[in-house]
């Protein structure tokens, strides 16, 4: 790929996403937070105001052309050395993303603004957000993730909540955890809280992996992180260890064996991911391939997102009817 780019890098190799080609939105360091464990450095200004940081109409040009090269990608990132949300286009580039590409399209967020209707709104095409959450009280959010003034936490909960009832696709929610700080008895238990009430799709418990900014933070220990999942319940996993998500190659899933699934009956991302054994990311990643080629769309039933087969008769595409009796 060409390196000569100032607002696509990679492909790289993501815990979460597979390989993934980033967009980068903001300039470096332009956030809200300055996170104790932030690995881009720290934040001399913290910023609030939404405006076009970096100019929407060069972002979808360097994109446009990245994507011609073809390169073997699993997912189109949004992230950064800042928090996207504060381009006030974000919006307008993740809709012409989608009209790029099928792949999946992720935003890493710290998930402050999202009690802000117009950057919910702009999210709405994503496919996955990764929000984040590392605290629940203001003391410990303080502490953590050293916020702009105008920041309040239980605001940003609120929002985390709104946006799990609009929005359509994948949310999953990263605490990261710094030794002595958020893993304190009492602030997992608001945490645990917090995320019951948000129900995100997955919980991603991460601690620190590369050297922060300031030395003085440590990494809590492997094993604490895995007895931290238990309390977490069964949609936690945990990512923050070395070579806990291998790096993909290109997607390996059967699509006949995906296609034969929605034959027999409409499913959402998650029944189909836990019916084939497949991960989640592999399983969106095949959809999206598969309903640009026509052989699958999807509909919305009770807020969820199904997706079904469509049968070809005499050459014409016509829709698995089915659906209707198997989701009684
Ligand atoms: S939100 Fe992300 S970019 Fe901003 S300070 Fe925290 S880790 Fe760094």
């Not at 990311?281 to 509909?299: A, H, N, Q, R, T």
Request: hydrophobic share 40%.
């Amino acid at each position: 790929m060409n390196s000569g780019r100032s607002y696509i890098f990679g492909p790289v190799p993501s815990r979460r996403l597979g390989r993934s080609l980033g967009v980068d939105v903001i300039p470096h360091k332009l956030c809200n937070l300055d996170c104790v464990y932030c690995e881009v450095g720290p934040t001399d200004k913290r910023a609030m105001r939404r405006q076009e940081y970096c100019p929407a109409d060069g972002i979808i040009a360097e994109l446009k052309e990245a994507l011609a090269e073809q390169p073997e990608i699993d997912t189109i990132t949004f992230s950064g050395a800042g928090e996207p949300t504060l381009n006030s286009k974000l919006g307008e580039i993740i809709h012409a993303t989608k009209g790029l590409s099928a792949l999946p399209v992720a935003v890493l967020t710290n998930g402050t603004l999202l009690y802000l209707e117009a950057v919910r709104n702009d999210l709405k095409e994503a496919d996955i957000v990764l929000p984040s959450l590392d605290a629940v009280s203001s003391r410990m959010f303080g502490m953590v993730n050293r916020p702009h003034p105008a920041l309040q936490i239980e605001t940003i909960i609120e929002g985390l909540k709104t946006f799990r009832k609009e929005f359509h696709g994948q949310i999953w929610l990263e605490i990261l955890f710094v030794k002595g700080l958020n893993d304190e008895r009492s602030e997992v238990e608001r945490l645990r809280r917090a995320v019951r009430e948000i129900q995100p799709d997955k919980v991603q418990l991460n601690t620190i992996i590369r050297p922060p900014t300031n030395a003085v933070f440590e990494p809590v220990a492997e094993k604490e992180l895995f007895r931290l999942r238990e309390l977490f319940g069964e949609t936690c996993e945990v990512i923050g260890v070395s070579g806990a998500r291998p790096v993909t190659a290109q997607h390996r899933v059967n699509h006949e064996e995906i296609l034969a699934a929605l034959h027999r009956r409409a499913m959402t991302l998650d029944e189909l991911a836990r019916a084939l054994g497949l991960s989640h990311l592999d399983v969106l990643i095949s959809l999206g391939i598969m309903e640009e080629e026509g052989l699958i769309d999807s509909f919305f039933y009770y807020d969820r997102k199904h997706y079904r087969a469509i049968e070809e008769q005499e050459g014409n595409p016509v829709r698995n009817m089915s659906f209707k009796i198997h989701l009684n």
